[in-house]
């Protein structure tokens, strides 16, 4: 059964980068079927789709955070990354990476539990 | 303020039918897969439909999904309690060049 596990820091200082890795264990990240993404959840703005990535590369980002953003993919470890450089305390989320199916248009079936990270001086 | 717009909350007695309504545009739900997650209190969402009206494995058939034009609807029947929980649609944008979500909306099970 794939599972998904983020891990990061869970307090992050304003202005400077957040740094999040999605470990992927019970079968391959490079599978040629799946995207990778990363979402974000809020109370004030709900569910926010942060971007995708592909094994290979080729991310693709969500417009509004795209000048932010870095998505980087480690297959030796099973693992893909976010960064998400100059936060604020509106980047304060519950951040979520999952397995995304089909790309732009497609849907996420498999989330990882979430983790907590807050934006703070 | 989202994208998607859904009714807050909605509500109904064990047993009965409820269902939930996602309203959005040509750019989103109108020309792309629609798919309905399910968030029990405390936990990640959890993929209930996808394109459309599609059941992944382990969901049950009490759980529907039918897309007309710019809505959708998520449709659950023989409510139980562990049903409470907060549902959110999901989409592509093509004018966005996004994935997009509606606001969700709370089940209350009475």
């Known amino acids: 059964q794939l599972q998904l596990q983020e891990s990061g820091p869970g307090l992050v200082k304003t202005s400077e980068t957040l740094s999040l890795t999605c470990t992927v264990s019970?079968?391959?990240?490079?599978?040629?079927?799946?995207?990778w993404g990363w979402l974000r959840q809020t109370p004030g703005k709900g569910l926010e789709w942060i971007g995708s990535?592909?094994?290979?590369?080729?991310?693709y980002y969500n417009p509004s955070l795209r000048s932010r953003v870095t998505f980087l993919v480690d297959t030796s470890k099973n693992q893909f990354s976010l960064k998400l450089s100059s936060v604020t305390a509106a980047d304060t989320a519950v951040y979520y990476c999952?397995?995304?199916?089909?790309?732009?248009?497609?849907?996420?079936?498999?989330w990882g539990r979430g983790t907590l990270v807050t934006v703070s001086s | 303020q989202s994208v998607l717009t859904q009714p807050p909350s909605v509500s109904a007695a064990p047993g009965q039918k409820v269902t939930i309504s996602c309203s959005g545009s040509?750019?989103?739900?109108?020309?792309?897969?629609l798919s309905w997650y399910q968030q029990l209190p405390g936990t990640a969402p959890k993929l209930l439909i996808y394109?459309?009206?599609k059941r992944p494995s382990g969901i049950p058939d009490r759980f529907s999904g039918s897309k007309s034009g710019t809505s959708a609807t998520l449709g659950i029947t023989g409510l139980q309690t562990g049903d409470e929980a907060d549902y959110y649609c999901?989409?592509?944008?093509?004018?966005?060049?996004?994935?997009?979500f509606g606001g969700g909306t709370k089940l209350t099970v009475l």
């Open positions: 999952a397995r995304h199916v089909g790309g732009s248009g497609g849907y996420f079936d498999l």
């Open positions: 019970g079968g391959s990240i490079s599978s040629s079927s799946y995207y």
């Open positions: 990535v592909y094994y290979s590369g080729s991310p």
């Open positions: 040509s750019s989103n739900i109108e020309n792309n897969y």
């Open positions: 394109e459309n009206n």
């Open positions: 999901g989409t592509w944008d093509s004018s966005l060049s996004a994935g997009v």
